[in-house]
Nanobody, 114 residues
């Protein structure tokens, strides 16, 4: 079965860190660029970060640049999003996506609040 499964979300205080994981199955993960998106309450879904293959070139939205890091482990069919210095405005449901088409995970909630 072709699918993406995210994990690692939760409640964290401002300034804290979280690492999201997205495990892929059912397709040849290493040949696909992967992306992380997020959707805050009442807002549209926005691109957070993307990692290409091969070579692992990355891009980030301006709002997370310098705080978030996307990476991948092709041996584990997993893409990660390390989130540091979290802010309340980072609160959203985070989704991973196979960049080239409409394959999405189910999402994981991240809440940044004191």
């Amino acid at each position: 079965q072709v699918q993406l499964v995210e994990s690692g979300g939760g409640l964290v205080q401002p300034g804290g860190s979280l690492r999201l994981s997205c495990v892929a199955s059912g397709f040849t993960f290493r040949v696909y660029s992967m992306s992380w998106y997020r959707q805050a309450p009442g807002k549209g879904r926005e691109l957070v970060a993307r990692i290409s293959t091969p070579g692992g070139t990355t891009i980030y939205s301006d709002s997370v640049k310098g705080r978030f890091t996307i990476s991948r482990d092709d041996a584990k069919n997993t893409v990660y999003l390390q989130m540091n210095s979290l802010k309340p405005e980072d609160t959203a449901v985070y989704y991973c996506k196979r960049t080239i088409d409409n394959l999405w995970g189910q999402g994981t909630q991240v809440t940044v609040s004191s």
